[in-house]
């Protein structure tokens, strides 16, 4: 399956989901989250035990596009926040294996994973603060991985945390040099599972921690309180087209 934004292939049980925008840093636009679901749709229905996300050319995922949010495109937050539940909550393993920068909605879809790889040019960073905003919708999926106060400190200090660190804080699982041998490695022994096994897992796991549930209403009206704020919208526009932040100049 090939649409605009992502590559699927999917053998033995094993889907291999690529986000296909390197252009633009595999940033996140509403034509990738519609292409996203179809293609958890299609892994669904296919019976895959594994999925593996990960990003074409030298980024992960570098957030949501700026510049389709600055030309007045919308993109829903609650098909994005339910698409991430989708990969934390769904009836297979959730890989996210992570080369380069992973900013904003990129740390959003790794830390939604149930299990997130990486190599050493990976860094997770979120930027939302400097231009008005915060990270409503990545933040319950963070906490979830790595606490509230991490998530919370991440958010205020808008650091990229490299991947060594990262991997200190629990973002990554496992930390390699060369991403596909450490994803090689991981396959050999999850390609074992079965999928009842994972669905039930996965279900009992959604049951007792419903943060997630929880949180949804709040991110997704504070979403898009900030990105109906005309002052953001100003942040966005004047970055997209002088590559300037509220503060310069």
Known sequence: MNGETVRLEIDKGIA????????????????MVADLGAALARCEAEGATILVLEGSGDSFCAGGDFEATAS???LDPAALYDLWRRLAEGPFVSVALVRGRANAGG???AAACDIVLADRSASFGLSEM???????????????????????????????????????WGLVDA??????ALLRRHLQRL??????????YKAHRAATDDSLARGRDAALAA???????????????????????????
Not at 139 to 149: D, E, H, N, S
Not at 191 to 200: D, E, N
Not at 225 to 247: C, G, H, L, T
């Open 16 to 31: 291999r989901l690529r986000l296909d925008r390197p252009e633009a840093g595999n940033a996140i636009n509403a034509g």
């Open 72 to 74: 007045g495109e919308t």
């Open 107 to 109: 740390v959003g879809l």
């Open 130 to 168: 400097l231009f008005g905003l915060f990270p409503a919708c990545v933040l319950p999926f963070l906490a979830r991985r790595i606490g509230a106060q991490k998530a919370h400190y991440m958010t205020l200090m808008t650091r990229p945390l490299p991947a060594e660190e990262a991997a200190s």
């Open 175 to 180: 930390l390699g040099d060369e991403a596909e």
């Open 191 to 200: 390609r074992h599972l079965g999928r009842p096994a994972i669905a039930r």
């Open 223 to 249: 979403n898009r309180e900030m990105f109906a704020d005309p002052e953001v919208q100003r942040n966005i526009r004047r970055y997209v087209s002088e590559m300037k932040f509220p503060w310069e100049v």
